[in-house]
């Protein structure tokens, strides 16, 4: 099934610079988890097992078309005859239904059943999708921090060894060395954990691109940087939308009408059905004895074709007794409950992002106008330590400052971007099948 990409794929949110020395961008990350994730896979296989479930459903239109041909050798002894001859002829029969109230439901169940499929790999997509695009972001966020943490890290080194100059020329005590090595490698384990959560991050990347890590094998490098663009949605616009649009909607709505044909089907078999049949034998010999024929009258006179209908009706059980119309009914309905939820947690959801996007905005504001100062400072903080004028507890203030507005600026990037993947994701936005856009 072709797949394409809608709007909000093609807002990437993050600059995407060219790929260079085994770089991937945003774009390429999606692609290749696109055609190569296993469980958007397995969904395509499964939309191609409905394709021959729907085959099977509309089977029930369709004639009954048999042919035997029995042969053998037939013993036995009659007066006038050989008491053993060979024998050979063909037997056929054709049977149509004339009337029977479950091939409407089936017919439209077969092609239901093709349409969940599709929903079914749409929601998978979606899913792997969403998951590699956050895993893209985390890459990416984690890198960054680490490059802060290793740049503030640098300047408390130097920092440490300034002091240690100072020690040694009796200028300052041991304490203000001790501090100030205490302050620097206070940094080490939050470089290390930034490094592993990037690390972690880009094998979640190679997992969800379907990467054959091997030992050779290098890991996805993202390439660009986290992006910062003000919003402003549509809230009410936005969760008319969603509702038409969003996989897991159209998919629950699917289930509720599959449901209800399977309850019709059901209850199809307790009304009356009729058929029509048309039955023939070639006998290119005479002679032959019918299984169980006591006589001559009862044996194969010739090629003969019969015509007949068949008509039935069960009468004792209307489906309710033994509970299978009561069964499917308790299904539909569980279905149509679980849909209005989903259906009502739309606008809760879309308020929730809506509320944090506004909350991220304001906080990304706030760092931003903060971080020149805490920056300039700093290093006002650095000089006046280096000619005495600052004492080291400025100084470690001065530089903490820095660090958190620093990394709280680039937090509030990360947590932008992954604000609007969810946004994409709740409004449906990701892709959508061709045949559903015409």
């Known amino acids: 099934m072709k797949l394409r990409f809608a709007a909000a794929i093609l807002s990437l949110f993050a600059t995407a610079n060219p790929s260079f020395g085994g770089s991937i961008t945003l774009d390429e990350v999606l692609n290749s988890t696109l055609e190569k994730n296993p469980a958007i896979q397995q969904a395509k296989a499964n939309l191609e097992r409905a394709a021959g479930r729907r085959l099977v459903l509309r089977s029930i239109v369709w004639p009954n078309l048999k042919l035997n041909l029995p042969a053998g050798v037939q013993g036995g002894h009659r007066a006038g005859e050989n008491s053993t001859k060979v ?87 041991r304490g203000a060395f001790t501090s100030a090595t205490v302050e620097a490698r206070a940094l080490d384990p939050l470089v290390e954990n930034s490094r592993r959560a990037y690390t972690a991050a880009q094998l979640q990347l190679a997992q969800v691109m379907a990467v054959d890590l091997n030992s050779k094998a290098s890991l996805p490098n993202p390439d660009g940087e986290l992006s910062f663009a003000p919003t402003d949605f549509d809230l009410n616009a936005e969760t008319t939308a969603a509702l038409e649009r969003r996989t897991d909607i159209k998919l629950a709505r699917l289930l509720v009408r599959a449901a209800n044909q399977d309850e019709r089907i059901i209850a199809a078999g307790y009304y009356p059905s009729a058929a029509g049949s048309v039955t023939g034998d070639y006998i290119p010999v005479t002679g032959i004895h019918r299984e169980g024929s006591t006589s001559r009258t009862q044996d194969f006179l010739g090629s003969e074709i019969r015509e007949g209908a068949a008509y039935t009706w069960q009468v004792i059980d209307n489906g309710k007794v033994g509970g299978a119309v009561l069964r499917a009914r308790k299904a539909r309905e569980i279905n149509e409950v679980e849909l209005r939820k989903l259906e009502a947690s739309v606008g809760r959801e879309l308020s929730r992002i809506h509320n944090e996007l506004a909350g991220i905005d304001a906080r990304h504001k706030s760092f931003a106008a903060g971080s020149d100062v805490a920056g300039q400072t700093a290093a006002a903080v650095q000089q006046n330590l280096g000619s ?36 994409d994701r709740a409004t449906g936005r990701y892709f959508q099948f061709a045949e559903d856009v015409h």
Do not use: C, M
């Not at 439209?108 to 997509?125: H, P, T």
């Open 87 to 173: 024998f050979g002829f063909a037997r056929g029969s054709l049977t149509q239904p004339l009337f029977n109230t479950a091939i409407p439901p089936s017919l439209r169940r077969g092609d239901v059943e093709v349409l969940i499929a599709e929903q079914q790999l749409n929601l998978a997509v979606e899913e792997q999708l969403h998951t590699a695009r956050l895993a893209f972001y985390s890459a990416l966020y984690n890198r960054e921090l680490q490059s802060v943490r290793e740049k503030q890290r640098g300047h408390l080194d130097e920092n440490v060894a300034s002091q240690s100059d100072r020690y040694q020329a009796g200028l300052v005590d």
């Open 388 to 423: 005495g004028l600052a004492s080291e507890l400025e100084h470690r203030l001065a530089e903490g400052n820095y660090l958190k507005t620093q990394t709280g600026l680039l937090e509030a990037n990360y947590l932008h971007n992954v604000a609007l993947a969810e946004w």
